[in-house]
T-cell receptor
Framework: RKEVEQDPGPFNVPEGATVAFNCTYS??????FFWYRQDCRKEPKLLMS???SGNEDGRFTAQLNRASQYISLLIRDSKLSDSATYLC?????????????FGAGTRLAVHP | ETGVTQTPRHLVMGMTNKKSLKCEQH?????MYWYKQSAKKPLELMFV???????ENNSVPSRFSPECPNSSHLFLHLHTLQPEDSALYLC????????????FGPGTRLTVL
């Protein structure tokens, strides 16, 4: 079983649509959770952290369900510039530091 | 954005060549990382350096040899690579190994012929 699983997509949506990505993780000791964004042929960049209480940053809302080991990202009013791969990332302590485990990513393509 | 830089950006090498990848961070961080990203696979952590000491080696083959001469520079020395080593190699840095926000460089796209 993969440590972090994501639907690879691609999700093809029109501008203005609402789209949701899901992610599940296998290690119940995972401590911190993030969504990173990776544009084509570019490096990953932190999009937002994910908290149990849920958090929102503009059009982006992230949710965490520790009991189900499930993380989600909701994007409202999609823009063309949202087209990218979204990486789910979890951390857990190992060897005295917090190790980041990345999912393979979900690809989003927003079209006019 | 020039927080973390990597050179070269693209590299093509034969299986008998020796080359080095370079990473430099200008963020004042003291932990640096090498990751490998193959097509349609998750990023794989290869090496972690904290305060210039290696703290993680994820069973990476010895044909990859890291070097961290100071907290701002990180190298990955390559020799006798295989075609399956072709991938995007990403460097990242963070303030401390306990702090999870990592900042990535643009990567070196490596092709092994």
């Amino acid at each position: 079983r993969k440590e972090v699983e994501q639907d690879p997509g691609p999700f093809n949506v029109p501008e203005g649509a609402t789209v949701a990505f899901n992610c599940t993780y296998s290690n119940s000791a995972s401590q911190s959770f993030f969504w990173y964004r990776q544009d084509c042929r570019k490096e990953p960049k932190l999009l937002m952290s994910v908290y149990s209480s849920g958090n929102e940053d503009g059009r982006f809302t992230a949710q965490l369900n520790r009991a189900s080991q499930y993380i989600s990202l909701l994007i409202r009013d999609s823009k063309l510039s949202d087209s990218a791969t979204y990486l789910c990332v979890v951390t857990f302590p190992e060897g005295g530091y917090n190790k980041l485990i990345f999912g393979a990513g979900t690809r989003l393509a927003v079209h006019p | 954005e020039t927080g973390v830089t990597q050179t070269p950006r693209h590299l093509v090498m034969g299986m008998t060549n020796k080359k080095s990848l370079k990473c430099e961070q200008h963020l004042g961080h003291n932990a640096m990382y090498w990751y490998k990203q193959s097509a349609k696979k998750p990023l794989e952590l290869m090496f972690v350096y904290s305060l210039e000491e290696r703290v993680e080696n994820n069973s990476v083959p010895s044909r990859f040899s890291p070097e961290c001469p100071n907290s701002s520079h990180l190298f990955l020395h390559l020799h006798t690579l295989q075609p399956e080593d072709s991938a995007l190699y990403l460097c990242a840095s963070s303030q401390e190994r306990q702090l999870v926000t990592q900042y990535f460089g643009p990567g070196t796209r490596l092709t092994v012929l």
